[in-house]
């Protein structure tokens, strides 16, 4: 089976958003963000997600606490890592000084300005309803620090106007190619969850990239077994679904990886080794 068969397993670990009220199995602090990395990656997971959480499970974006998180993470595996940058603020620097301090392999970047909301139907209300920020501007001065730092960037596209304008960072020269492109699929605000919208995603980007689907909720099995047959890649974890397909909840990251890894070979597809990854993702061969 050739490389174009194999497939990249990212487990998103933690979020911001969740709690344990909610999960019991999300991790905050470094060591349980590193122990849970070391079961995604026993599962056959290949790349990290990765936000940083204070011990009591509050967003953070203090750079000791990311040291600390790829510290305990390469203790315990080689798997690739990918920071967040999400952040609300049009000040980037926290997040520029974890990527030029630490350079992960990949860090995450959200491509365009969105509704970003949830919905309750039983309360008639929503849950939450935000603008989530990210001009050009923004964009820009993120793939500068990337650049820089060498690290690579995982575009995060929640919706079809975020993966078709791309195009002015090609052409400026600030997006190199081969890229690596995640459709966000499930947000109020963003891409439905059909297979229609993956499709029109898909055909959108530069074929020689390489991208995967990351489904919110538990529509997220049907969409990782779309992406699998379209010749995608896919993410699973605790950050976008809490359930097994069988609608249990996961106890662990490494469950929802051991669910995705049959699923792959269900498909007929072979999970990508850390090495078969970095080939596919234009990474170096060791780990930064």
């Known amino acids: 089976m050739g490389l174009q068969d194999k497939v990249i397993i990212t487990a998103a670990l933690t979020g911001v958003l969740a709690n344990r009220d909610q999960c019991p199995g999300i991790p905050y602090t470094p060591v349980e963000i590193a122990d849970e990395a070391k079961r995604a990656y026993d599962a056959g997971a290949t790349v990290v997600h990765i936000h940083g959480r204070t011990d009591g499970g509050a967003p953070t974006w ?23 940058t999400g952040t ?3 000040d980037i620097a926290m997040q520029a000084a974890i990527i030029r301090e630490l350079r992960p392999e ?32 923004k964009i820009e001065r993120f793939l500068d620090v990337m650049n820089e730092a060498g690290v690579k960037p995982e575009l995060e596209c929640f919706d079809a106007g975020h993966t ?6 090609y052409d400026m020269g600030k997006l190199k190619k081969p890229t690596q492109f995640s459709f966000i699929m499930g947000v109020l605000g963003g891409l ?6 993956l499709q029109l995603q898909k055909q959108t980007i530069p074929a020689d990239a ?28 605790l950050e976008d679904n809490f359930y097994l397909p069988d609608g249990s909840m996961a106890p662990s ?5 051991e669910q995705a890894a049959q699923l792959v070979r269900l498909c007929g597809r072979e999970v990508a080794d850390i090495a078969e990854a970095r080939r596919l993702l234009s990474l170096s061969p060791e780990p930064s």
Not at 253 to 257: F, Q
């Open 88 to 90: 609300m603020d049009d």
């Open 164 to 169: 078709n304008s791309i195009w002015p960072l």
């Open 106 to 137: 990949i860090a995450a970047l959200n491509m365009g300005t969105m509704n970003y909301a949830k919905y309750s139907p039983k309360r008639k209300s929503f849950v939450f309803d935000v603008v989530f920020p990210n001009t050009f501007g």
């Open 62 to 84: 203090e750079l000791e606490t990311f040291r600390q998180i790829k510290e305990e993470v390469r203790k315990r595996c080689p798997i690739i890592l990918n920071f967040s």
């Open 210 to 237: 390489t991208w995967e689907v990351i489904g919110i909720g538990k529509e997220q099995w049907r969409l990782v077994a779309s992406a699998l047959v379209l010749g995608g890649n896919i993410r699973v974890g």
């Open 192 to 197: 439905p969850t059909s297979i229609e919208a």
């Open 253 to 257: 990251n490494g469950a929802l990886v």
